[in-house]
């Protein structure tokens, strides 16, 4: 009964392809989040969405699209991919945009060669 | 621009060595302090969200403190199953992001 999915939970793919990553939450939250966790474990805030609209938008690359077909989902897309895209991505949820408790998803490890 | 610095940055106790773990944090207005933690492979896990200076909250051997420029994650008598990543970030103004900090690591030995 998992709160906050991501698929793939792995993804190795070679340099200038284009991947998406999925997320799904099933706990009837309004925002939704994608983290970047790089090699040194730092976590960093890429894009929350609030019901379906973009309000946060952080220094990213604009390879990166995020999208919301609608509340329950959040799915990241990433063009021509680069060696330092290589991470792990975080999908995380909360309740509303203001709330505090973000419920994070079991993350995807993304590797570039 | 908001700052949370972690320290240390890994720590090894024995099972019962209590011990803390500290936040630091620059932000300009700060709206919550929390405190996560992250086993190997799994995405951070909420522990605690702290409001303002003096605030404290428990939950079993785990305590967390905050004042106006940082805050402790005491434990007391750890356990080997605390081994893990403790994260602690920081939301400010107006915006929802959490600003996190790197973590520290630590490890609970037999």
């Known amino acids: 009964d998992t709160a906050v999915s991501q698929t793939p939970k792995y993804l190795v793919t070679q340099m200038g392809n284009d991947k998406s990553i999925k997320c799904e939450q099933n706990?009837?939250?309004?925002?939704m989040y994608w983290y970047k966790q790089d090699s040194k474990k730092f976590l960093k805030i890429m894009f929350s969405?609030?019901?379906?609209?973009?309000?946060i938008n952080e220094t990213v690359p604009n390879r990166f699209s995020p999208k919301s077909p609608d509340k329950a989902h959040l799915n990241l897309h990433i063009n021509s991919l680069e060696l330092g895209d290589s991470a792990v991505y975080f999908c995380?949820?909360?309740?509303?945009?203001?709330?505090?408790?973000?419920?994070f998803g079991p993350g995807t490890r993304l590797t570039v060669l | 621009e908001d700052q949370v610095t972690q320290s240390p940055e890994a720590l090894r106790l024995q099972e019962g060595e209590s011990s803390s773990l500290n936040c630091s944090y620059t932000?300009?207005?700060?709206?919550?302090l929390f405190w996560y933690r992250q086993d190997p492979g799994k995405g951070p896990e909420f522990l605690f969200t702290?409001?303002?200076a003096g605030e404290e909250k428990e939950k079993e051997r785990l305590k967390a403190t905050l004042t106006k420029k940082e805050s402790f994650l005491h434990i007391t008598a750890p356990k080997p199953e605390d081994s893990a990543t403790y994260l602690c970030?920081?939301?400010?103004?107006?915006?929802?992001?959490?600003?996190f900090g790197t973590g520290t690591r630590l490890q609970v030995t037999l």
């Open positions: 995380a949820s909360s309740l509303l945009v203001s709330d505090n408790e973000q419920f």
């Open positions: 706990l009837g939250h309004d925002t």
């Open positions: 969405y609030n019901n379906k609209e973009l309000i």
């Open positions: 932000v300009s207005g700060l709206r919550g």
């Open positions: 702290l409001y303002s």
């Open positions: 970030a920081v939301q400010a103004g107006t915006a929802s992001k959490l600003t």
